[in-house]
C-alpha cells in the first residue's frame, strides 16, 4: 500500500511538473530599437532671381524681399522644402571664395523668413525656443542684443549674437518684422576668427535690405 501510495504522489508530482510549461510564465518581449529621426531632405537647387541693383530676391511666403550678399561671395538660391511653402518659395545662401556653395559651408550667410505663429508670435518668442532648447543641451548658451542696424529704408533690423552654442559654432541673426512675416537672415561661422571677420559684411548686407 505505501509503495502504491508513493507511486501516486510521484505521478501527481510529475503532472504538475509537467503543466508549468513557458506557456504559463510571462513572455518576455525584445527591446524594441529606437528609429532614427529622418535626415532633413536634401537642398533643391532654384532659379536666382536679381533685381536691377544686384540685390538677390528671397521669396518665402507673404514675403518677398531683396538683398545684396557680401562682395565676392557667391549667392546660390534654393527651393523651399517645407510641405508648407509654395512652388515659388526661395531662400538663397551666400558663402565666401573657396567655400561649398551650401550651408554646409564653415561660414555662410543665409537669407530666409519666419511665419509669426501661437508658438513664436514675434521676434522675442522665438529667440526664448531657440535658448530653452539649446540651454538643454549647454547650459552656457546665451543671446546677445547687439545694437540695431539701420536699412537703407530708414527703419531698423533687429540683430542678435547667438554664443556658447552646443555646436561651438558662432551665429548672428537679424530680423525685420514686416508684420504675419518676419524677414530673418543668419551669419554662421565655425571658426571664431572667421565670425567676426564677416560680421562688419553681414552688417552691410543686413543693411542692403528692402521689401519688394
Request: aromatic letters at 6%; hydrophobic letters at 45%; a positive charge.
Amino acid at each position: 500500500m505505501r509503495i502504491a501510495i508513493g507511486l501516486l504522489i510521484a505521478a501527481t508530482l510529475s503532472a504538475c511538473a509537467g503543466s508549468s510549461n513557458t506557456a504559463d510564465l510571462p513572455r518576455r518581449t525584445a527591446p524594441v530599437a529606437p528609429v532614427a529621426a529622418a535626415p532633413p531632405p536634401a537642398p533643391v537647387p532654384a532659379t536666382l532671381t536679381t533685381t536691377s541693383d544686384g540685390r538677390v530676391v528671397v521669396q518665402l511666403g507673404a514675403l518677398r524681399y531683396a538683398v545684396r550678399p557680401p562682395v565676392g561671395w557667391t549667392a546660390t538660391p534654393f527651393r523651399s522644402t517645407d510641405r508648407a511653402a509654395g512652388t515659388g518659395d526661395v531662400y538663397v545662401v551666400a558663402t565666401p571664395p573657396g567655400q561649398p556653395t551650401s550651408s554646409v559651408a564653415d561660414l555662410f550667410v543665409s537669407f530666409e523668413v519666419f511665419d509669426k505663429s501661437d508658438r513664436a508670435p514675434g521676434v522675442e518668442r522665438k529667440l526664448a525656443n531657440i535658448g530653452e532648447e539649446r540651454r538643454a543641451r549647454r547650459a552656457e548658451f546665451a543671446i546677445d542684443r547687439l545694437a540695431p542696424v539701420r536699412l537703407d529704408d530708414g527703419r531698423q533690423a533687429q540683430l542678435f549674437l547667438l554664443r556658447n552654442n552646443p555646436s561651438d559654432e558662432w551665429e548672428a541673426i537679424a530680423f525685420v518684422d514686416e508684420g504675419v512675416t518676419v524677414a530673418e537672415m543668419m551669419l554662421l561661422g565655425r571658426a571664431r576668427a572667421d565670425f567676426d571677420k564677416a560680421m562688419p559684411l553681414f552688417r552691410d548686407a543686413v543693411r542692403s535690405y528692402r521689401r519688394l
